[in-house]
Structures are given as structure tokens and as C-alpha cells.
């Protein structure tokens, strides 16, 4: 029996484990978290989470929500399959409420600049992620160091698992795939399944 044979059927790489909101975004500051809540109180709730495709934004995002408390968040998420908005995005807000939008440069030039001041007009927050900058506040860049992904792949791996990384330059990986750790972590699934 090799030590292969031990380890858990389950892949430790499968979405369930690695889906935006089941990891908690690693601040590289214990206060990360609380400097961002604090950046978006001086801003009115204005801003933007921006970085590559698969680097972070939305985990980001779903450890932020829940810290939201000062606010009435109004959340949508978009992708490339979903780049429309309802009605609903552009309902009355009353001050003191935020709209939050991941995967803001799915949308339109038009469609943006309308939200813009639509939010502006209610006195509302706009916090947004995207893949480049779209005129709003940053809060924070999410681009993926080599230490980082090792750090978050190495705490994925049960007991016995390292075998995974033999041959694996995880830092040549991550600029072969423009700093996404998503399509890491894909790449990784596929070799824990061979």
C-alpha cells in the first residue's frame, strides 16, 4: 500500500473547498480587514477591489460583506454569463445603504457611468470588483504572490498530500497563467485526479 492510498478520496482542490467565501481572504496584516471597513467609511462607501481573473476579488469580497454592518448592502454578483442587471440595481436607495457589484466591467460603459450616478444621486455606496481600475477609490489590489499561493495551497493539502507538488513550480504556474491562483488551483485538481 503506498502512502497515496491513505490519503482522503475527496480532492482537497474541488470547488467545495476552494469557491470564493469557503477560504477567508489572507490580509497580509492582522488588521487588513479593519483598515479596508475604515477606508470604505472615509470614501461614503465608495470603491473598488481590483486585480486579475481568479487572484482574489470576490473571496475578498465575501469576507467583506459580513463586516458590512454599517451599511444596507444591496449585493449582485455578475460573470460572463450573467452581465445584465435587473431593475432592481437601480431601485431608490436611502443614504446610508451600499450596492455592490462583483464583476463590475462586465457591464457596459453606459450602463456603469448610469449606476455611478445613480449612486450618487441617492447618496449611496458603490463598492465594485474588476479587473482594472474603474474610476473609483481602491481599496485594495489583489494580485497573488508565489508565497501566498504556496502558503494557501500548502494549508489545502492533507497530511501525505506534498506528492501533489513534485515537479509543481507553483511561482512559473502562477505567471503562466497571469496571476491567477484560480487556474492554479484547477491545475492542481487535475493532477491530484491523475
Known amino acids: 500500500m503506498t502512502p497515496v492510498d491513505h490519503l482522503p478520496r475527496m480532492n482537497p482542490f474541488s470547488t467545495r473547498f476552494v469557491q470564493p467565501g469557503v477560504i477567508p481572504f489572507r490580509f497580509p496584516t492582522p488588521d487588513g480587514l479593519a483598515a479596508m471597513i475604515r477606508?470604505?467609511?472615509e470614501t461614503s462607501g465608495w470603491g473598488e477591489i481590483v486585480g486579475p481573473h481568479g487572484s482574489g476579488k470576490?473571496?475578498?469580497l465575501a469576507s467583506l460583506l459580513p463586516a458590512l454592518t454599517a451599511w444596507q448592502v444591496?449585493?449582485?454578483r455578475l460573470n460572463a454569463t450573467h452581465r445584465t442587471l435587473s431593475l432592481e440595481a437601480f431601485e431608490s436607495r436611502?443614504?446610508?445603504s451600499i450596492l455592490v457589484i462583483d464583476g463590475f466591467e462586465q457591464l457596459g460603459i453606459f450602463t456603469r457611468w448610469?449606476?455611478?450616478r445613480h449612486c450618487r444621486r441617492n447618496r449611496?455606496?458603490?463598492l465594485?470588483?474588476?479587473h482594472r481600475s474603474m474610476g473609483l477609490p481602491q481599496l485594495r489590489r489583489t494580485d497573488v504572490t508565489h508565497e501566498s499561493a504556496a502558503e494557501l495551497i500548502r494549508s489545502l493539502l492533507p497530511t501525505g498530500g506534498d506528492w501533489v507538488l513534485t515537479d509543481f513550480d507553483i511561482a512559473a504556474?502562477?505567471?503562466?497563467h497571469r496571476g491567477s491562483l484560480r487556474e492554479v488551483l484547477f491545475e492542481l485538481y487535475d493532477r491530484w485526479e491523475q
Open 39 to 41: 477606508r470604505l467609511h
Open 128 to 130: 465594485v470588483t474588476a
Open 94 to 96: 436611502s443614504p446610508g
Open 173 to 176: 504556474r502562477l505567471r503562466h
Open 114 to 116: 448610469r449606476l455611478k
Open 58 to 60: 470576490s473571496t475578498l
Open 124 to 126: 449611496c455606496g458603490l
Open 74 to 76: 444591496h449585493h449582485i
